[in-house]
C-alpha cells in the first residue's frame, strides 16, 4: 500500500532563516505530487505541483521554491523565511481518482 | 478563476439532529472531494463525487453532487459527537494536473 512521509512534524524557525521540508512516497511510482499550505483557521492554498521528475509548477508567487531531485521526493525550501510563511504544510499525491494527504509539517516562524 | 464556497462556515447542532452542508463552485469540474479534518492533523478523504447525480454514503455522512447547479452537498444524519470536525469540500483545478481548489472549510460542533 502507498504511503506518504513527512519531516519535520513541527519546525520553529527564526525569521530569515533558511527552510527545508521533504516528502517521501512509498508504494507508488510516478505520483503527481502536490504541496498545499493552511494558515491557523484557513483552507488550504496549493503552492505547488509536479507531474514527474524536474517538473514544478509554481501557483502563487512568494519567497518559497520546490524540488523534485527523486521520482517519489518532493522537496519545499526557501532562503529566507518570512513570518507569513507560518502554518501547516501538507504534502498529497493522487492515486486513482483520490488525493490523499501526508501527515503535515507545522511550522512557527517566529 | 475557480473558487469554491462553503456554507455554512461553522455549525452547532445538538447530538441526534440532522443538518446539510454545502458546497458551490463556480466553473466546471470533472469531481469534487469531500475531505474531514480534526484539530491538529491531516485531511481524510471521506467521499469523491465523479458524476452529476452522484451519491455515496458512509456511515451517517451522505454526500451528493449537482454537475448542472455547480453544487455538493454533505448530509449528516443523526449527528453523534464524534463528528466534530473540520469538513472542507474540493473541487478539480484541472483534469490534467490533478490540483485541487478547495472551499474555506466548515467547522462542525456536535454538542451531547
Known amino acids: 500500500s502507498q504511503t506518504i512521509h513527512q519531516w519535520p512534524a513541527t519546525l520553529v524557525q527564526p525569521v530569515g532563516s533558511p527552510l527545508s521540508l521533504e516528502c517521501t512516497v512509498e508504494g507508488t511510482s510516478n505520483p503527481n505530487l502536490y504541496w498545499y499550505r493552511q494558515a491557523a483557521g484557513r483552507g488550504l492554498q496549493l503552492l505547488f505541483y509536479s507531474v514527474g521528475i524536474g517538473q514544478i509548477s509554481s501557483e502563487v508567487p512568494q519567497n518559497l521554491s520546490a524540488s523534485r531531485p527523486q521520482d517519489r521526493q518532493f522537496i519545499l525550501s526557501s532562503k529566507k523565511l518570512l513570518l507569513s510563511d507560518s502554518g501547516f504544510y501538507l504534502c498529497?499525491?493522487?492515486?486513482?481518482?483520490?488525493?490523499?494527504f501526508g501527515p503535515g509539517t507545522r511550522l512557527l516562524v517566529l | 478563476e475557480l473558487k469554491v464556497e462553503q456554507n455554512p462556515l461553522f455549525l452547532s447542532m445538538q447530538e441526534g439532529k440532522n443538518y446539510t452542508i454545502y458546497c458551490n463552485y463556480s466553473t466546471t469540474s470533472d469531481r469534487l472531494y469531500w475531505y474531514r479534518q480534526d484539530p491538529g492533523k491531516s485531511l481524510e478523504s471521506l467521499f469523491v463525487l465523479l458524476s452529476n447525480g452522484a451519491v455515496k454514503q458512509e456511515g451517517r455522512l451522505m454526500a451528493s453532487l449537482d454537475t448542472k447547479a455547480r453544487l455538493s452537498t454533505l448530509h449528516i444524519t443523526a449527528a453523534v459527537h464524534d463528528l466534530s470536525a473540520t469538513y472542507f469540500c474540493?473541487?478539480?483545478?484541472?483534469?490534467?494536473?490533478?490540483?485541487?481548489?478547495f472551499g474555506q472549510g466548515t467547522t462542525l460542533q456536535v454538542k451531547p
Open positions: 498529497a499525491w493522487t492515486e486513482q481518482e483520490t488525493q490523499y
Open positions: 474540493a473541487v478539480h483545478g484541472s483534469s490534467n494536473t490533478g490540483k485541487l481548489i
